[in-house]
């Protein structure tokens, strides 16, 4: 072998090469970092008198793509100033075959000799170059046989619901390889209430913002030198949507859900981790392994609906409740076509919605499927639905009254929490100002300093509780309750009122309604109901027709202005008709402009003056100064029935014929006069 050495291989410098995979085993595995060191006094020995040690690399591993030690001596290969590379063994150099042949390439082309513990070896000789190659095969063999083993291990014990690489908020690694809810309550009662109130919000980003408005800190990990430890503040979506999609809190383990991908990126290795299978790829899921903060079935169940809350996620999600007036937005599907029914509002505000079947159109540039407005149908169904949930009214009331009390309890008991653990912070603080000696002062400013910090937190704490206690001693009156259980009594009213919001009524539609599928023949729509429970129902009814709409003034109005125009002018309409409480289509009051606009609408021609005189007719002013009595004497003759007159409804002027008022006139002068005054009339008007 020393023959293999020449005096050109002595003349160049000689470079020791020296790893080791982990930083555990740099700090604890000391005895084989000292026989690499070692290697440089056997260089010397071997008569090198320039040698380089290359130590760039301790802690990294030789199956690597970023070695910058291993970078270094290829760079002093290529410029021909090596003549030997020394090494304990193969698997110093590399642990893979890309690595270890590019060195040996490289150390062929400059005439370089590779000399570890058990000989010298020239990469230009065929032998040599062999078993250089065998034993880097070796090695990285060796490598991959114990990955398998260490990964058979880690599977094995993954399929036992053993393996932990990290336990979430709320839980403590315990004895046996096992896990068990945190003994911290404020932990505990902070993620129940994560889940309480997204069983009450039913959206991942209505519980971020609840929790900011109410300023309820919930806990979270940092790492630091001490170790692992949690920390108070203000959550983010992430950290709720991570809570709620962990299937630990469901009771279940759960491992292996997401995969490593590597893939060669603009010539280089590039590793993706962090990507998510699907549930039956996971590599073990063991349900009811235990104790949850929620049941694996709501686990499923909120899953599913923020899976359902997600928008341009296709047509198989019904996306997030909006706050558009239509009911029943996600919930449609075309019966012809089989795509979901988008909504669109137009109106002068915007509020006017209608469905349409628009995938064919925006896809592949053909016709609408169908297309009608939202109104009717989001009626018909309301009304189907309300019909299902009648008996179930005084119950919801009595839990909303139940849910006011307990949003205050909670907020109350987290804030008592909040303050347990600052007057225990506070009480820590002061036994270590009180154990540092007063000479100290350097100390005993600092521990001052941090005493006073909990001090002022634990007063903030407790100014917080005293407010949130008096808020909820009068969260709830005796006269609300008493609404809240009416309107229980009468779901339909509840569901009409004003102050119902449109976010609510959507999310109890998708609560019991899993699916609408519509078709359309001619002028009828007919709607498929399909139940969350499994039940169908059909409802069918007319598409409305052109110039057909909601906003419709009802036929007795009509009907009345059509009766007055022809006595009277628009402004003394509008009196009449607010006078008997009538409003318009959209609810407001008459003015001669929305008399007219009426008129116009229907071909009422506007009243002429003295239109009224060339038909004859009179008014009670005008009959008054005829008969030579007063107003209310004539009123009077018309109740008893002395007078014939008429009226177009209630309140509206009393219409006089002219030929009645000359007949009137006609017998009282046949009667001749009953008393001494000749004015007098001489009738019972009792």
């Known amino acids: 072998m020393m023959n293999k050495i020449s005096t050109e291989h002595l003349s160049r410098h000689a470079f020791v090469y020296v790893r080791q995979s982990t930083m555990d085993q740099v700090h604890h595995n000391r005895e084989s970092q000292l026989r690499q060191y070692g290697l440089a006094d056997r260089a010397r020995t071997l008569g090198w008198p320039d040698v380089t040690v290359i130590d760039d690399d301790l802690g990294r591993s030789g199956s690597g793509i970023h070695r910058p030690g291993f970078e270094r001596l290829l760079v002093a290969l290529c410029s021909g100033e090596v003549g030997a590379v020394f090494c304990i063994e193969a698997s110093r150099l590399a642990r893979n075959g890309r690595d270890w042949h590019t060195l040996l390439e490289f150390c062929r082309l400059v005439g370089c000799l590779l000399i570890d513990e058990d000989g010298i070896y020239d990469p230009r000789q065929p032998n040599d170059r062999l078993l250089l190659g065998m034993k880097g095969t070796l090695s990285e063999m060796e490598l991959s046989t114990f990955r398998q083993r260490s990964q058979a291990a880690l599977d094995q014990k993954a399929k036992r619901g053993e393996l932990f690489t990290s336990v979430p908020i709320g839980y403590v690694r315990v004895t046996g390889n096992r896990i068990e809810k945190d003994p911290d309550a404020r932990i505990r009662q902070a993620l129940e209430l994560v ?29 630091g030198s001490d170790g692992r430890h949690i920390v108070w503040k203000l959550p983010v979506y992430n950290t709720l949507l991570h809570i709620l999609t962990n299937p630990t809190y469901g009771g279940a383990y759960a491992f292996g859900k997401t995969r490593t991908i590597a893939r060669i990126v603009n010539g280089r290795k590039q590793v993706f981790a962090g990507r998510p299978l699907q549930r039956d790829d996971w590599q073990a ?50 019966g012809h076509c089989g795509r979901k029914l988008h909504v669109a509002y137009s109106g002068t505000k915007g509020t006017v919605a209608r469905y349409n079947c628009q995938g064919s159109m925006i896809n592949h540039g053909g016709p609408r499927c169908i297309s009608f407005g939202a109104v009717r149908i989001d009626n018909r169904v309301s009304e189907e639905v309300l019909r299902q949930l009648e008996p179930l009214g005084i119950r919801a009331s009595l839990e909303a009254i139940e849910r006011v009390r307990s949003e205050q309890d909670e907020r109350v008991r987290h804030k008592e929490l909040a303050l347990e653990q600052a007057r225990y912070e506070a009480a820590r603080a002061r036994r270590q100002y009180d154990a540092i000696e007063p000479e100290n002062r350097l100390v ?3 521990l001052e300093r941090r005493w006073e910090e909990a001090l002022k937190i634990q007063a903030r704490l407790q100014a917080e509780l005293e407010s949130m206690r008096e808020l909820s001693e009068r969260a709830l009156s005796t006269s609300a309750r008493d609404e809240l259980l009416r309107l229980g009594e009468d779901l339909p009213r509840l569901w009409h009122h004003p102050g119902s919001s449109v976010e609510i009524k959507k999310r109890i539609l998708r609560i019991v309604i899993k699916e609408i599928v519509v078709t359309k023949q001619d002028d009828t729509i007919r709607a498929l109901v399909h139940w969350q429970g499994g039940d169908h129902t059909e409802i069918v009814f007319e598409k409305s027709h052109t110039g057909e709409h909601r906003w419709t003034t009802d036929v007795e109005t009509i009907d009345i202005v059509r009766a007055l125009a022809r006595t009277l002018p628009d402004h003394a309409i509008a009196a009449v008709i607010n006078r008997l409480g009538k409003r318009t289509a959209r609810g407001h009051t008459w003015t001669a402009a929305r008399v007219c606009t009426l008129r116009n609408h229907h071909h009422i021609a506007t009243y002429r003056e003295g239109e009224r005189q060339e038909r ?71």
């Open 616 to 686: 004859g007719e009179l008014t009670v002013a005008e009959v008054s100064g005829l008969v030579g009595v007063s107003g209310p004497t004539v009123i009077r003759l018309i109740r008893v029935g002395r007078l014939s007159a008429s009226q177009a409804c209630p309140g509206a002027p009393w219409i006089i014929r002219q030929s009645d008022v000359d007949a009137y006139l006609a017998r009282q002068a046949d009667s001749g006069p009953q008393s001494a005054d000749p004015n007098q009339l001489s009738i019972d008007l009792q």
């Open 285 to 334: 899921l063991i349900i009811e392994h235990h104790e949850g903060y929620i049941s694996w079935d709501e686990y499923e169940a909120n899953r599913k609906l923020i899976t359902h809350n997600a928008n341009m996620k296709g047509n198989m999600v019904r996306g997030a409740v909006k706050r558009g007036s239509s009911l029943l937005a996600g919930l449609l599907r075309c």
């Open 444 to 446: 005993a400013a600092e």
């Open 195 to 223: 889940f309480r109130k997204f069983r009450e919000f039913g959206s991942v980003r209505q519980v971020l913002i609840w929790i900011r408005q109410e300023r309820i800190d919930l806990p979270a990990v940092n790492y």
